[in-house]
């Protein structure tokens, strides 16, 4: 069995790298590119720790190939800071210690990022829905949805 | 690890003979919220993979002669944008979109829910009230089956070695036209279906039921349509009595298993207030439309 070359961008950056046929795009975001970010959870789809947008949808990326990925666009937590300045939603949840442990906060954040790209004004019921495949043991999910509001509402204050 | 090819053709035609050449060996893969999971589970262990969201009109929606037609790679979440097709197909629309979470949406196809043939399936009652058809393509060429033809047993389908689903199509609308899907699940999001009942229905000039079709999931081995609830409800505007046969001929048709979702009792008494709600709901958008 060989491994296959693949060619995608990456938060922006054309990547190659090689993948065995039954390899997900989480196993070569974390392996082959190293970016560590994504989480494997549960490895089935129901956490959302390793949520990434493809093309501009929200997916997650242990039900991807990676083979699926040729040519595609994927954006992943690691992209989502600009430099050293932290994506308005990053700074949210420090200020509202929206997270304890972390595991799940890199799927959340790209989560709600694609929520607030979609949606740039959700009420907190449809930001409750949207991210409901974003499974966090730790915060009762309250400091998030709060969090998440008060990003909306700032990134609409720099908007206007 | 076994040996294990993936192939993305980009003709309806080569995916079909790469599925063809893999044999029983050989999988589909349009969202992969199934297959993936199957995969990682050991549950299965194909020997080649065929993707087929490059193949043309495997994904995206059109309008042909008053029909819709859904490529079967279509994720949920482009389902739900369509806004034609929400307002003719309600209860499709909501069947296919109470699917997982927004990130299986991303991916989720009506096709792929249809050849898992899970019997809890959320998009399949709603595609047989539909009376949606299914193109398939296969090595000796295209046949068309009505969706409820497709799943035979949980997990198991009609198709046979080298066929797959190109597209789902909903037939031209009558006007005064609606449909509803509703399930039961404990909780509000990310769950399967205890139940499932789609109900599709056209009202006459005078506002009468004419046409009514009414599809249960998740009480039998596969998705059923149940013709004595919707004769039930022909002729007229849903009073009691019709509401009353409908809820008894769908608790009548169900032969559910009990298992930690729910017992047969609760399974069988659920059926019939679903039957019924979602028939209000139709009705009620069908009249909308007078």
């Given at each position: 069995?060989?491994?296959?070359?693949?060619?995608?961008?990456?938060?922006?950056?054309?990547?190659?790298?090689?993948?065995?046929?039954?390899?997900?795009?989480?196993?070569?975001?974390?392996?082959?590119?190293?970016?560590?970010?994504?989480?494997?959870?549960?490895?089935?789809?129901?956490?959302?720790?390793?949520?990434?947008?493809?093309?501009?949808?929200?997916v997650c990326s242990c039900l991807m190939l990676a083979a699926e990925a040729q040519g595609r666009r994927i954006e992943t937590i690691e992209g989502m800071a600009e430099g050293g300045a932290l994506h308005p939603l990053q700074r949210k949840?420090?200020?509202?210690?929206?997270?304890?442990?972390?595991?799940?906060?890199?799927?959340?954040?790209?989560?709600?990022?694609?929520?607030?790209?979609?949606?740039?004004?959700?009420?907190?019921?449809?930001?409750?829905?949207?991210?409901?495949?974003?499974?966090?043991?730790?915060?009762?999910?309250?400091?998030?949805?709060?969090?998440?509001?008060?990003?909306?509402?700032?990134?609409?204050?720099?908007?206007? | 690890?076994?040996?294990?090819?993936?192939?993305?053709?980009?003709?309806?035609?080569?995916?079909?003979?790469?599925?063809?050449?893999?044999?029983?060996?050989?999988?589909?893969?349009?969202?992969?919220?199934?297959?993936?999971?199957?995969?990682?589970?050991?549950?299965?262990?194909?020997?080649?993979?065929?993707?087929?969201?490059?193949?043309?009109?495997?994904?995206?929606?059109?309008?042909?002669?008053?029909?819709?037609?859904?490529?079967?790679?279509?994720?949920?979440?482009?389902?739900?944008?369509?806004?034609?097709?929400?307002?003719?197909?309600?209860?499709?629309?909501?069947?296919?979109?109470?699917?997982?979470?927004?990130?299986?949406?991303?991916?989720?196809?009506?096709?792929?829910?249809?050849?898992?043939?899970?019997?809890?399936?959320?998009?399949?009652?709603?595609?047989?009230?539909?009376?949606?058809?299914?193109?398939?393509?296969?090595p000796d060429g295209r046949r068309t089956a009505p969706a409820e033809a497709i799943a035979v047993a949980p997990g198991m389908t009609s198709l046979a070695p080298g066929e797959f689903i190109l597209e789902i199509r909903l037939p031209p609308?009558?006007?005064?036209?609606?449909?509803?899907?509703?399930?039961?699940?404990?909780?509000?999001?990310?769950?399967?279906?205890?139940?499932?009942?789609?109900?599709?229905?056209?009202?006459?000039?005078?506002?009468?039921?004419?046409?009514?079709?009414?599809?249960?999931?998740?009480?039998?081995?596969?998705?059923?349509?149940?013709?004595?609830?919707?004769?039930?409800?022909?002729?007229?505007?849903?009073?009691?009595?019709?509401?009353?046969?409908?809820?008894?001929?769908?608790?009548?048709?169900?032969?559910?298993?009990?298992?930690?979702?729910?017992?047969?009792?609760?399974?069988?008494?659920?059926?019939?207030?679903?039957?019924?709600?979602a028939a209000i709901i139709a009705f009620a958008r069908a009249g909308e439309r007078a």
């Amino acid at each position: 069995m060989k491994r296959r070359q693949i060619s995608a961008v990456v938060n922006g950056d054309p990547v190659e790298f090689l993948s065995w046929p039954g390899a997900t795009l989480l196993d070569a975001l974390r392996d082959e590119l190293l970016l560590t970010g994504s989480k494997e959870g549960c490895g089935s789809g129901d956490c959302g720790a390793c949520s990434v947008i493809v093309d501009g949808r929200l997916v997650c990326s242990c039900l991807m190939l990676a083979a699926e990925a040729q040519g595609r666009r994927i954006e992943t937590i690691e992209g989502m800071a600009e430099g050293g300045a932290l994506h308005p939603l990053q700074r949210k949840f420090l200020e509202h210690a929206a997270l304890q442990c972390g595991f799940c906060t890199p799927g959340l954040l790209v989560a709600a990022k694609a929520l607030l790209e979609a949606n740039p004004e959700p009420t907190e019921s449809e930001a409750r829905y949207w991210l409901a495949g974003n499974l966090c043991r730790c915060t009762g999910y309250d400091k998030v949805i709060r969090a998440v509001m008060d990003a909306a509402a700032e990134m609409r204050q720099v908007r206007v | 690890m076994p040996q294990l090819d993936y192939v993305a053709p980009t003709s309806a035609e080569d995916a079909s003979a790469a599925l063809a050449a893999g044999g029983g060996l050989a999988k589909v893969l349009a969202g992969g919220t199934d297959l993936l999971v199957q995969l990682r589970s050991g549950r299965l262990a194909p020997g080649v993979i065929v993707d087929l969201k490059r193949v043309t009109g495997a994904i995206g929606i059109r309008e042909e002669d008053g029909s819709f037609v859904i490529g079967a790679a279509t994720p949920g979440a482009i389902v739900g944008e369509h806004e034609a097709l929400g307002r003719a197909w309600p209860g499709v629309v909501e069947a296919a979109t109470l699917i997982g979470s927004t990130q299986i949406q991303g991916r989720a196809s009506m096709a792929g829910n249809l050849c898992n043939a899970s019997p809890a399936a959320d998009s399949v009652p709603a595609l047989v009230a539909a009376q949606a058809t299914c193109v398939i393509v296969g090595p000796d060429g295209r046949r068309t089956a009505p969706a409820e033809a497709i799943a035979v047993a949980p997990g198991m389908t009609s198709l046979a070695p080298g066929e797959f689903i190109l597209e789902i199509r909903l037939p031209p609308r009558p006007p005064r036209s609606a449909d509803a899907y509703l399930r039961s699940i404990p909780r509000t999001e990310m769950d399967i279906a205890v139940v499932g009942a789609g109900v599709n229905l056209s009202l006459d000039d005078a506002g009468l039921v004419s046409r009514a079709r009414v599809a249960l999931g998740a009480v039998a081995p596969t998705v059923i349509v149940v013709e004595a609830a919707a004769k039930a409800l022909i002729g007229t505007r849903l009073d009691e009595e019709a509401l009353a046969g409908l809820d008894a001929a769908a608790r009548a048709a169900c032969s559910p298993i009990s298992d930690k979702r729910g017992t047969i009792e609760f399974r069988t008494k659920i059926a019939g207030v679903l039957a019924r709600r979602a028939a209000i709901i139709a009705f009620a958008r069908a009249g909308e439309r007078a």
